[in-house]
């Protein structure tokens, strides 16, 4: 994992080169970001399981800032985000609504499910969005906030036994070899 990793991935020559990312240089190039450990995969795993849940396309945003404050693998992080995906986000707001409304005690409201986009337009379609999103309001916070934390918590937890299986692994293999 690590290997295929390191061989997709660019290295840190060319990012530091990279006329986009030198005005972040000190920040973005630090090099527990760019690491690949256990500690730091469990830490972006959770991070990436947490931010992907964030609307629209601040996923990535609130992950990359995330990293650099918990200095765990950004790109790791970043890929984790992308859980998410036009097929996999209505039923995890679904599920995250109604893990806010059973917290708040409002069981008995229904999900109501988001405007089409009709022959208005653009304009009119996320008008009635804004107004979808504030008509379920704090339950889906909660919600929100609810489930991404348990993914995050599950993803780290996942990561690290998976990563311990791997080393365990290897040592009975390596062990092996030796008798």
């Not at 997709?8 to 972040?24: I, K, M, Q």
């Not at 979808?132 to 780290?156: D, E, H, V």
Request: net charge positive; hydrophobic share 50%; proline share 7%.
């Amino acid at each position: 994992m690590r290997r295929l990793l390191k061989r997709h991935l660019p290295d840190h020559e060319s990012l530091a080169t990279n006329r986009w990312l030198a005005p972040f240089g000190s920040t973005l190039l630090h090099p527990r970001l760019w690491h690949l450990n256990r500690h730091s995969a469990a830490g972006a795993v959770a991070v990436g399981f947490f931010c992907g849940l964030i609307p629209g396309p601040f996923q990535m945003l609130g992950a990359a800032i995330c990293c650099v404050l918990l200095r765990v693998n950004l790109p790791l992080a970043l890929l984790t985000t992308l859980y998410t995906n036009p097929f996999t986000i209505v039923p995890l707001y679904i599920l995250a609504f109604a893990m806010g409304e059973w917290i708040l005690g409002n069981g008995g409201r229904p999900f109501t499910a988001p405007p089409e986009w009709g022959p208005a337009g653009l304009g009119s379609w996320i008008e009635a969005l804004i107004q979808w999103m504030a008509g379920l309001g704090r339950p889906l916070a909660l919600g929100l906030i609810l489930l991404g934390a348990s993914l995050s918590l599950l993803g780290y937890l996942l990561t690290r036994i998976a990563w311990r299986a791997y080393l365990i692994h290897h040592w009975n293999k390596r062990r092996s070899r030796h008798t």
